[in-house]
């Protein structure tokens, strides 16, 4: 049986002495603690030199890692010398604390797809965790270090691992002719004030990186305000370390020292012990061999819940706009000032408003999938309505969406989504997509999934169309904007479901060419194109609007057949409030609408509690899947996705809210008096109750 000594300058208080099996040998492990007296640390490593077959030294500072530089460099060049003759191996770790952090950070991302995306990432010590920062700067450029504010009393973070590297080698320099002192130990406002910053910054981040050293003075002054959520990155997470943490609300805790033995014990003494299972010394071990060895042993780091339970927050952005000048009335300021201003003010505000940069309008928090994943994220506005967007070039709205991405990108967002006429603008996102530092989509293959499953809803509900189980339904349905992005998709999906379709859109060309892909897929349907819809209103019993007309009328409600099913789906509406009055015979809903898992908080973006539009739900559910890629951009939209992002949905909660209309949400006593109304119009007897619809792309 082999024999490891830990010599620690920690607390003697932690010692400990047990045996375990390792590498196929037999060790006994004891460590003694020796509360900072380096003379005792080093004569008990003369007293065991040769009754032992490797020593690890715990708690050896590392040189310039913090205020106390000249006590740090006399600890370490006093216990080298003492060693520097022993023919054992002696060491403190720094060999396998480098690779394990690489190793660590490198298996997470992977095994959780994505894990460190864009985090916003606070370094404590960012000299001590070098080697974390240089993995996670391939992964994050939001990461901040706080050594000038903790270790030398500068009130400042520094943004960078160009920046750290450069302030530390200047820095030392400077210190080293008052190693003893920190610029802010006399100056108690100073002290106070770096306290306030630290913790502020605590707050904002996502990870939090945590020396193995002087851990509790480093978290000394944090509480579940500033560590409530957060992902704690440190090494040797003992049990009294967790339970801390634990204490103070911390959701994940990644120790990257992998826990093989039965107990934790520090990286000095698991690499002692396999310089003795290979009978090899220090200089006769490389990287490369100790990063074998924790693949073969499957030396994992340890992720900890504190609370029991799997827990991970992923992160999105997502664009909104003002859909017209009635917005800019909402709100309290510009209600005030227009109450004692001319009419025009609203023409010159919408104006301005174009061009104002990106603004946060409010953070999304509370959304909780089934699979126990949760997302939160931002809203941000740009301020341009649809009609100040086609005054000017696509690229006028490119540039303000490649600021909200980049302001995304910053505060942690792993994706963003594009809403409303953001996603028409231009190529429909392809340019943002190629142009950004972050996954983008429109959302539209969401939209065009809600579409279709609000109005299978509405069909049963209302009961007008005979359905038969197993067969296409023998109705007739429109899609208005056939070949737009959102109305291709509505084409090829409601030609699996009905027996007759039209087609409505400006450019015949591209109507044909739609007809002919779609009758491919879906030989047993009867396809109509034209560009004249209100011709063929008064035969439709389900139209869809999905046309980029800005609010532009495209088609004559009087002319619809009486308990006609409308499913608006552009953004903004393509039927009026006033257009829906006339015919309260006709069933006309804002499709769309996403139920989200969970209890979510936002501000009111003019849904009901819980429910957001498809194109943000998109953008959630890609989120809650780890799926940070560009999903949907562009003119074309593959119904395959559509199909993928409904399946995806279904798996992480989310449902079809209730329907709603341009009043809100349809009761059953709303839609049992469109329906009365329409038979009445018809000169029809009453149908038979609701039946089950069966829509051939749910869930194929």
Not at 97 to 122: D, M, P, T
Not at 525 to 536: D, E, F, P, R, S
Request: aromatic share 8%.
């Amino acid at each position: 049986m082999k024999k490891i000594i830990s010599v620690s300058l920690g607390e003697k208080a932690n010692d400990y002495s047990f045996e375990t099996f390792f590498l196929g040998q037999d060790f006994r492990i004891q460590r003694y603690g020796f509360d900072g007296d380096t003379q005792e640390a080093a004569a008990k490593m003369l007293e065991i030199e040769n009754t032992v077959d490797a020593i690890g030294l715990g708690a050896i500072r590392f040189p310039f890692s913090d205020a106390n530089q000249s006590k740090s460099i006399k600890d370490a060049e006093t216990l080298k010398k003492i060693t520097s003759t022993f023919k054992i191996p002696v060491t403190t770790g720094d060999a396998l604390r480098k690779v394990s952090e690489e190793w660590a950070i490198r298996h997470l991302q992977f095994k959780f797809g994505n894990y460190f995306n864009n985090a916003r990432v606070l370094f404590l010590n960012g000299i001590n965790n070098l080697s974390i920062a240089r993995v996670l700067s391939e992964y994050t450029p939001n990461m901040s270090f706080a050594d000038p504010v903790l270790q030398h009393g500068i009130p400042r973070f520094i943004q960078s691992l160009s920046d750290l590297e450069r302030y530390s080698n200047g820095m030392y320099d400077i210190l080293n002719l008052v190693p003893s002192k920190t610029i802010s130990s006399s100056v108690i406002p100073l002290r106070e004030w770096n306290k306030y910053i630290v913790r502020k910054a605590i707050q904002k981040a996502t990870v939090i990186v945590v020396p193995f050293y002087d851990f509790y003075k480093y978290l000394a002054d944090c509480s579940v305000e500033e560590l409530g959520g957060k992902i704690v990155i440190t090494s040797t997470a003992y049990d009294d370390r967790v339970a801390y943490l634990h204490e103070r609300g911390v959701d994940v805790i990644i120790d990257t020292t992998p826990k093989v033995l039965e107990r934790v014990v520090d990286v000095n003494v698991l690499e002692a012990i396999i310089y003795a299972a290979l009978n090899k010394n220090v200089n006769e071990v490389t990287s490369d061999d100790l990063l074998e060895i924790i693949s073969e042993q499957r030396m994992d780091p340890r992720v900890i819940y504190p609370s029991g339970k799997t827990k991970r927050v992923n992160r999105f952005a997502f664009v909104i706009h003002p859909l017209s000048q009635e917005y800019f009335k909402k709100l309290k300021l510009i209600d005030f000032i227009t109450g004692r201003t001319t009419p025009k003010f609203l023409d010159v505000l919408e104006r301005v408003m174009a061009y104002a940069p990106p603004f946060i309008y409010s953070k999304v928090s509370g959304i909780k999938s089934p699979q126990g994943i949760e997302a939160e994220g931002w809203l941000i506005t740009v301020g341009g309505t649809p009609k100040e967007m086609l005054s000017h070039s696509p690229e006028f709205t490119y540039r303000r969406l490649l600021m909200a991405a980049k302001m995304a990108r910053q505060m942690g967002a792993q994706i963003m989504g594009l809403g409303a006429f953001t996603k028409v603008v231009g190529d429909a996102g392809a340019t943002v997509a190629r142009l950004a530092d972050i996954p983008i989509t429109t959302g539209n293959s969401y939209s065009a999934s809600g579409a279709l499953w609000a109005a299978a809803d509405a069909v049963r509900r209302m009961g007008l169309i005979q359905v038969e189980k197993g067969k296409k339904i023998k109705a007739k349905t429109m899609v208005m904007g056939a070949t737009g992005a959102i109305g291709s998709v509505c084409c090829r999906l409601l030609a699996l479901a009905f027996e007759e379709i039209y087609m409505v859109g400006r450019n015949m060309a591209k109507l044909l060419a739609l007809k002919q892909s779609i009758e491919k897929e879906a030989p047993d349907v009867t396809i109509h194109v034209t560009t004249l819809a209100n011709k063929y209103l008064p035969e439709m019993d389900v139209i869809v609007t999905a046309t980029s007309g800005a609010g532009k009328t495209v088609l004559d409600i009087t002319k619809v057949k009486p308990g006609c099913i409308i499913t608006d789906v552009a953004r903004p509406l393509d039927l009026s409030p006033e257009d829906v009055k006339k015919r309260p015979d006709v069933l006309v809903i804002e499709s769309g609408e996403i139920l989200l898992p969970g209890n979510v908080e936002m501000n009111s973006i003019g849904l009901p509690p819980n429910v957001a539009y498809a194109c943000l739900a998109e953008t959630i559910v890609l989120a809650l899947e780890g799926r940070f890629e560009t999903f949907t951009v562009g003119r074309d939209i593959e119904w395959q996705k559509v199909k993928e992002i409904y399946k995806m949905g279904i798996k992480h909660g989310m449902k079809l809210a209730a329907i709603s209309g341009v009043n809100g949400v349809f009761t059953d006593e709303d839609i049992n008096r469109v329906k009365a109304l329409a038979l009445e119009s018809r000169n029809e007897p009453e149908q038979k109750p609701e039946q089950d619809i069966e829509m051939p792309w749910i869930g194929d």
